[in-house]
């Protein structure tokens, strides 16, 4: 259950999340130490994150034919716990989804026609239920869209103490990885060594603004952006920890649903995490204040299929209760 936590998606692949299996429970909790405080104050995104890992949990026991219960409660030190109990039958949705898990990948890569069809759109909605509703982009909106997206990175990366955040991630170099204890790669999130290097030496803040890399990122990301067929925004009931962790869970079913017919996704947080941008994608999309803005997801066929991405030894995950 944890490998399969392990393989859900989080912000910058940091893997955010501590485990504790105790009894008939593997409790969940966030890892404050891999968060990103600048660019998600709220930890809206760790949350979110939080609700995919453990959905992926309930998903392999519920794969192999046990009874699961996920429950969530703020107040606890250990919020998230899935309970797992014998005696069913494995539910064949569950079985359909789970087996995506392991080869499901973030496609930042480009994406081809035709677009998604009615019934994949419609089997991703019904698999983000309840956590998360799916509001797909119309056609008539999608350059607005763009632009939310082209202006989102602008600001970020504009902005010295995001990059700061985003940076610590980014291990160019294998002893980099070594060093930071988890081995993981920023070429794992699609960023080659030579731009790496360069993007930090240009990151000194006088430096970034004087060449124009925030604008000159922001009009790459709108290309790249631009070659999904489909944008897909997840929105959940409440705009609190329980309601995105449900969120959370809902799109990571969808994922895996759109995963089981060939298709890809990949979200880009800069829209959510932008407040200017996300008021536009809350505006094109009809969602309220109230709700919570889960994730905005291009998704697609893809050109060419990704091999998964590694991550961090699930021993390194566990939290043990001493005897
Ligand atoms: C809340 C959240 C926001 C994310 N934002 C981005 C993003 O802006 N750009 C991106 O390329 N990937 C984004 N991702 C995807 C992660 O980078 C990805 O899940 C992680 O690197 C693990 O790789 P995988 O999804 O291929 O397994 C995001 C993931 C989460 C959970």
Redesign the pocket.
């Known amino acids: 259950m944890i490998e399969a936590a392990a ?1 859900a ?5 940091a893997q955010g999340w501590r485990f504790l299996p105790h009894g008939d429970r593997l409790y969940a909790r966030l890892d404050p130490s891999r968060m990103f405080p600048v660019v998600d104050p709220t930890h809206r ?1 760790s949350w ?2 939080l609700g ?1 890992a453990v959905e992926n949990a309930r998903l392999a026991a519920a794969a192999a034919g046990y009874a699961t219960a996920v429950s969530f409660d703020p107040t606890q030190e250990w919020p998230a716990s899935v309970q797992v109990a014998t005696g069913t039958t494995a539910d064949q949705s569950n079985v359909v989804l789970a087996a995506q898990m392991m080869s ?3 496609h ?1 890569g480009r994406m081809t026609p035709p677009p998604l069809s009615r019934a994949e759109l419609s089997a991703a909605a019904r698999a983000a239920l309840p956590g998360a509703r799916v509001v797909t982009t119309p056609a008539r909106d999608r350059v607005r869209v763009l632009d939310a997206v082209e202006f989102a990175v602008r600001v970020q990366v504009g902005d010295r103490d995001a990059r700061r955040d985003l940076h610590r991630w980014h291990r160019f170099w294998p002893w980099e990885a070594k060093r930071a204890t988890d081995g993981l790669l920023a070429a ?3 960023m080659s060594r030579i731009r790496g290097i360069v993007g930090r030496v240009l990151a000194a803040p006088p430096l970034v603004s004087m060449l124009g890399v925030p604008a000159r990122l922001g009009r790459e990301a709108r290309r790249a952006a631009a070659t999904a067929t489909d944008f897909l925004v997840f929105a959940s009931p409440r705009n609190d920890p329980a309601a995105l962790f449900e969120g959370g869970r809902g799109w990571q079913r969808a994922a895996l649903a759109l995963c089981a017919s060939g298709a890809v996704t ?5 829209p959510v995490d932008v407040p200017d941008a996300a008021a536009i994608l809350r505006r094109v999309h009809g969602i309220t204040e109230v709700e919570g803005l889960v ?1 905005f997801v291009r998704a697609g066929r893809p050109e060419r299929v990704l091999p ?2 590694p991550r961090r030894d699930p021993a390194d995950l566990i939290d043990i209760i001493g005897p």
């Open positions: 393989a998606y989080s912000p910058q692949n995104g979110v994150s995919a499901r990948r973030t930042r794992n999130l699609g990949h979200a880009m947080t800069a994730a998964p991405v």
